[in-house]
């Protein structure tokens, strides 16, 4: 059974920085693709980023280019999201996703989701 764990997410000021982390758990993901998406209340959820270590391609929303980063530390399973520069719209519940490939994520095909962790710039 496919395991992924979400955290690091809390209230920031505007500008700020924050990293999440994905903890990925019950099978080897070493050749999947890992990815976030976000959801604000009453919006859909929106595709944020996704690497794929076996093909060595990122993808980023427009929105966050320049200023999200994500990584991976495949000895721990474990993706992350390095945010800077937040900015009040950003406040949404991020959620990490696994697939074999970056098109699966962001299709949003995977039934591989995190629980989620909320992130709050505050203004």
């Known amino acids: 059974q496919v395991r992924l764990v979400e955290s690091g997410g809390r209230v920031v000021q505007t500008g700020g920085s924050l990293r999440l982390s994905c903890a990925a758990s019950?099978?080897?993901?070493?050749?999947?693709?890992m990815g976030w998406f976000r959801q604000a209340p009453g919006k859909e959820r929106e595709f944020v980023a996704a690497?794929?270590?076996?093909?060595?391609?990122?993808v980023y929303a427009d929105s966050v280019k320049g200023r999200f980063t994500i990584s991976r530390d495949i000895a721990k399973n474990t993706v992350y999201l390095q945010m800077n520069s937040l900015k009040p719209e950003e406040t949404a519940v991020y959620y990490c996703?696994?697939?074999?490939?970056?098109?699966?994520?962001?299709?949003?095909?995977?039934?591989?989701w995190g629980q989620g962790t909320q992130v709050t710039v505050s203004s």
């Open positions: 996703n696994a697939a074999l490939t970056i098109a699966t994520i962001t299709r949003r095909e995977s039934p591989y």
């Open positions: 019950g099978r080897t993901f070493s050749n999947y693709a």
């Open positions: 690497h794929s270590w076996s093909t060595f391609t990122t």
